[in-house]
């Protein structure tokens, strides 16, 4: 690791098969040489890990009890998905391996990294405990204060022993949960704002979200994505029909089905990242850019995902309940008399 650099780390336990695409995820490190990665995997399969992505294969219940060793508790962790909620504690959980690094973070694999230290330079690190807002990517000072922020208190954040101990998704990692703590407690040492691309998970292409929109200044129209040695670069058509290009710090892509047209592998430095696939690199003009946009439909993205959840929510019927009930949830739950059951982030009435 370079000197010249404050050190970072991310800590991503992930239990189950890795996405598709997951190669192109650590092609996507790789070429971020001075920040490295430690996985906690189950998924054995025979991937190139590059020098700077460290895995320890092991099982979702030995994290459980690292958990507990960290915390001095029990903890709920039956379900891998629980995880989200222990993100923020990696700083105690896995203090070993974070020995000597300045900052910490967690990261989904759900992303392509673009070239993060371009985004994130060293007048952000020295003037901030916390690095942005998301799930996606935190990225924390590794000090006893900030990792054990959880011991502070804030107006509507749970308390921790209750986020560890019970099976709820309190969406603890992001939202007014984590960030309410730095928000009253390190005010002017929270940097909220992204870098990201987060696309919006509700469309079939790739268009960000209001949130990027606002802190990019990225226009609210469809992108496709150029990844090549390490730069990301999202491509879109301007108002004068030519291609407009915006770096971004990683495109976060929600969870989508993406394929590829080619075998991924430690040697792929250039491609094309689609709403749905991954190609070969090409020239884009405005012509071939109009041919990648996913084709119209009547239904909306995620037609059947959309009916099951409210299925779900009518019959209350979610193996692992989130804490926070939106306001379909609430109705719902009002209409059969459920709301003293949980917890509603919209006033009741």
């Known amino acids: 690791m370079s000197k010249q650099h404050s050190t ?28 490295d990665w430690f996985i906690f995997t189950d998924d054995k399969r025979d991937y190139d890990y590059p020098p700077n992505v460290h895995v320890t294969y092991t099982t979702l219940n030995k994290i459980k009890q690292r958990a507990e060793k960290a915390l001095n508790c029990q903890v709920c962790m039956d379900k891998p998905y629980k995880l989200c909620d222990f993100k923020p504690f990696y700083g105690v959980m ?109 469309t079939r292409s790739l268009r960000p979200t209001r949130t990027t929109v606002q802190l990019m200044k990225a226009m609210n129209t469809d992108y496709v994505f150029h990844w090549t040695e390490g730069r990301l670069t999202g491509l879109c058509i301007a108002t004068d029909n030519t291609i407009q290009g915006q770096d971004f710090m990683y495109l976060h892509l929600q969870k989508r089905k993406i394929d590829c047209d080619f075998s991924l592998s430690a040697t792929i430095t250039d491609c094309i990242v689609l709403h749905d696939r991954i190609i070969r690199s090409m020239p884009v003009t405005p012509q071939k850019f109009k041919q990648l946009l996913p084709n119209k439909s009547i239904l909306p993205y995620r037609f059947e995902e959309h009916v099951l959840h409210v299925i779900n929510i009518i019959f209350d019927n979610y193996s692992q ?22 917890d509603y982030r919209y006033k009741k009435s």
């Open 94 to 202: 896995f203090a070993e391996e974070l020995q000597g690094y300045d900052f910490w973070g967690y990261c989904d694999v759900d992303l392509i990294w673009g070239d993060i230290r371009h985004f994130v330079t060293e007048d952000l690190l020295t003037n901030n405990y916390k690095l942005f807002s998301h799930g996606h990517c935190t990225i924390l000072r590794n000090m006893e204060v900030v990792n054990r922020f959880y011991l502070l208190e804030a107006k509507g954040v749970i308390p921790w022993q209750k986020v560890v101990s019970s099976p709820y998704s309190f969406l603890y990692d992001e939202f007014d949960q984590t960030n309410g703590i730095f928000e009253k407690h390190f005010p002017d040492k929270y940097h909220w704002e992204t870098a990201a691309f987060d696309a919006n998970y509700n």
């Open 8 to 35: 970072i780390a991310f800590i991503v336990p992930y239990f189950g098969r890795f996405n598709n695409y997951f190669q192109l995820w650590l092609n996507s490190c790789a070429a971020n040489p001075t920040i």
């Open 321 to 342: 309940k989130p804490y926070f009930r939106g306001t379909v949830s609430y109705w719902f739950d009002k209409l059969f008399g459920r709301t003293n059951r949980y």
